[in-house]
Nanobody, 116 residues
Framework: QVHLVESGGGLVQPGGSLRLSCAASGTIFSITTMGWYRQAPGKQRELVAVITDGGGRRYADSVKGRFTVSGDNTRNTVWLQMNSLKPEDTAVYYC??????????WGQGTQVTVSS
């Protein structure tokens, strides 16, 4: 089992920045993907940014150049630096770890609201 806890969400004005953190605990091994998804009201959950096995990064087209995903070497923590935020980035952001490409674990989510 992997337990994930997100932090760092909040209210920010358009053009502003936020940094989300995800702390992982439990049996953290064979993690093949870790990163962030989001879900806006009335929409499906979507990939935002993840680190894949081997250290590669995948980003949603809508956040490329604005968001950066990073993690520590122990895979205990993953961050999402969000710059130049837009109202359409408003969503609940979820941390996700995938183990052995089979088992997925999710945090409880943190609200990000971009509004003036």
């Amino acid at each position: 089992q992997v337990h994930l806890v997100e932090s760092g969400g909040g209210l920010v004005q358009p053009g502003g920045s936020l940094r989300l953190s995800c702390a992982a605990s439990g049996t953290i091994f064979s993690i093949t993907t870790m990163g962030w998804y989001r879900q806006a009201p009335g929409k499906q959950r979507e990939l935002v940014a993840v680190i894949t096995d081997g250290g590669g990064r995948r980003y949603a087209d809508s956040v490329k150049g604005r968001f950066t995903v990073s993690g520590d070497n122990t895979r205990n923590t993953v961050w999402l630096q969000m710059n130049s935020l837009k109202p359409e980035d408003t969503a609940v952001y979820y941390c996700c770890y995938i183990q052995d490409d089979k088992y997925d674990y999710w945090g409880q989510g943190t609200q990000v609201t971009v509004s003036s």
